[in-house]
Each structure stands twice: as C-alpha cells, then as structure tokens.
C-alpha cells in the first residue's frame, strides 16, 4: 500500500536525520579529480571472499577498483569506446570473472555499447555477445549473475530485457518493454522480477518469459522505480517509487 495512505508515512517524516552523526568514513576516490569531476558514481560491489576490494562504476568516468579498502584506486577502462558503467555483476564462484554494463542509466551522460567481461579481475576488459553502439542511445540499469549458475546473465535494458546461457557468449531477448530494475528471488533462482513503468513481472523459469502480475498502484507509472529482496524472507518484495517530480512516491510491498 502506499505509504502516503499509511501512518508510517509519519515516521519517515518525522524522523531525524542520522548520517551526519554516524560512522561514516570516504572511501574515494580521492586526488585529482575531485568532486563531480571523478564521476558519478552508479554501483558499486565488493569482490566475494575479500571486503578489501571495492568495485565502483560511474557515469561518465569509467570502473574503478581499489584492492586496499579505498586507500588507492585504479582506472581500467580508458581504452573503452564508452566511459559509462551502470552495473557490475562478479561470479561468486570465480571472482576474477566479472562483467560490467555500459552507459549511463539515470542521465544518459553516456550511451551504452552492451555488457562487458573481464577475466582477470577487472583489470582487462572484452566484449561479450551483447554490443551496441553508442548511437543506438541504450541503456542498461540492470545486471544479473546468477549465484548458483553464473554463466546465466540477465539484463535489463530500455530495449527489453536480455538473458544469457553461456557467460555472456550469446544473448537472447526475454521479454519487450523498458525495463528498469530487475532482481532474483533470494534461495530461488527460478524467479526472477522486473519493473518497468506501471509495470510488474515475473519469471518462474529462471527468466526464460515473464507474466505480468497486477499492482493496483496510480503511482507506479512513475519514470524510476527500484526492487529490492531480502533473504530473510524470500516472499517479501519491495518497490520504491519516485514522483514525477522528482520526489518520494512511495514504497510498496509484497508478502
């Protein structure tokens, strides 16, 4: 239900703001460039096993990755037709296989050429079976591994949502549409969930197709939607919503 109509509406309202307060420390980038300079940043993942490195994507200013907790980071994609990375996705089983969406999502700084592999840690970089050019003005807001069978990707794009097989060798289209999140259910990886504008879906074969499942929500034909899971619960699912004016539109749920 929309928390507009809900009383803990009040609380978000109400409360403090605690971040200025709490044991927050910069992990950088730091140096030149500064700021908005370095690039905005869109992701950002940890390598499985070892919380020193840190991968981080941004808009306009490529993949950086620091492998001593953020004292010193690297750049490995300047020699990329795009600088924009929208999403990273690690292979839990074999960390050093990792792959990128390209572009930028939100602004479209930077227009995405598909998904890219690395299979040394993020230090070279490759095509994978998934190309576009920059002219094509895609998106990808979403990049899947699967965690119990890693050679199995799924994108989501504002072209359709994509599937991969074989580690990104060969792609193949799932579903039509602008998709703008996309998440496994946790312990589960026959189901998988898309948004799209006003729009909800389901696989229940591992994102072979989708079937549309119904929110009766006004609010959801809001331009940015996000999901999120929780492996506490794996029934629960959760969808905020931005307002058309660029403010709160809600958070919903299902059990």
């Given at each position: 239900?929309?928390?507009?109509?809900?009383?803990?509406?009040?609380?978000?309202?109400?409360?403090?703001?605690?971040?200025?307060?709490?044991?927050?420390?910069?992990?950088?980038?730091?140096g030149?460039?500064?700021?908005?300079?370095?690039?905005?940043?869109?992701?950002?993942?940890?390598?499985?096993?070892?919380?020193?490195?840190?991968?981080?994507?941004?808009?306009?200013?490529?993949?950086?990755?620091?492998?001593?907790?953020?004292?010193?980071?690297?750049?490995?994609?300047?020699?990329?037709?795009?600088c924009?990375?929208?999403?990273?996705?690690?292979?839990?089983?074999?960390?050093?296989?990792?792959?990128?969406?390209?572009?930028?999502?939100?602004?479209?700084d930077?227009?995405?050429?598909?998904?890219?592999?690395?299979?040394?840690?993020?230090?070279?970089?490759?095509?994978?079976?998934?190309?576009?050019?920059?002219?094509?003005?895609?998106?990808?807001?979403?990049l899947?591994?699967?965690?119990?069978?890693?050679?199995?990707?799924?994108?989501?794009?504002?072209?359709?949502?994509?599937?991969?097989?074989?580690?990104?060798?060969?792609?193949?289209?799932?579903?039509?549409?602008?998709?703008?999140?996309?998440?496994?259910?946790?312990?589960?990886?026959?189901?998988?969930?898309?948004v799209?504008?006003?729009?909800?879906?389901?696989?229940?074969?591992?994102?072979?197709?989708?079937?549309?499942?119904?929110?009766?929500?006004?609010s959801?034909?809001?331009?940015?939607?996000?999901?999120?899971?929780?492996?506490?619960?794996?029934?629960?699912?959760?969808?905020?919503?931005?307002?058309?004016?660029?403010?709160?539109?809600?958070?919903?749920?299902?059990?």
């Amino acid at each position: 239900k929309d928390l507009q109509e809900n009383p803990a509406q009040k609380l978000i309202n109400n409360a403090a703001t605690s971040a200025t307060t709490s044991n927050w420390i910069p992990l950088g980038p730091f140096g030149s460039p500064t700021g908005g300079d370095a690039g905005r940043i869109q992701c950002i993942q940890l390598k499985p096993g070892d919380p020193n490195t840190i991968y981080g994507g941004t808009a306009a200013g490529g993949f950086w990755m620091s492998n001593n907790g953020g004292t010193r980071y690297t750049r490995t994609t300047d020699q990329l037709a795009t600088c924009g990375i929208s999403d990273i996705a690690v292979n839990p089983i074999t960390p050093n296989i990792m792959y990128v969406a390209t572009g930028d999502k939100d602004a479209g700084d930077t227009h995405s050429t598909g998904v890219l592999r690395s299979g040394d840690g993020g230090l070279t970089w490759g095509p994978t079976g998934l190309v576009w050019q920059t002219s094509q003005l895609r998106r990808i807001y979403r990049l899947l591994i699967n965690p119990v069978n890693p050679n199995t990707l799924i994108v989501a794009s504002n072209v359709g949502a994509y599937r991969s097989l074989d580690a990104g060798l060969t792609w193949s289209l799932v579903a039509n549409g602008n998709y703008v999140d996309a998440e496994y259910r946790p312990g589960d990886t026959t189901t998988v969930y898309l948004v799209t504008n006003g729009s909800f879906l389901r696989s229940t074969n591992g994102g072979a197709s989708f079937t549309t499942v119904p929110v009766s929500a006004s609010s959801l034909s809001s331009t940015r939607l996000s999901l999120a899971v929780t492996p506490a619960n794996n029934n629960y699912v959760y969808i905020m919503v931005g307002a058309t004016n660029n403010g709160f539109g809600g958070l919903y749920r299902s059990t």
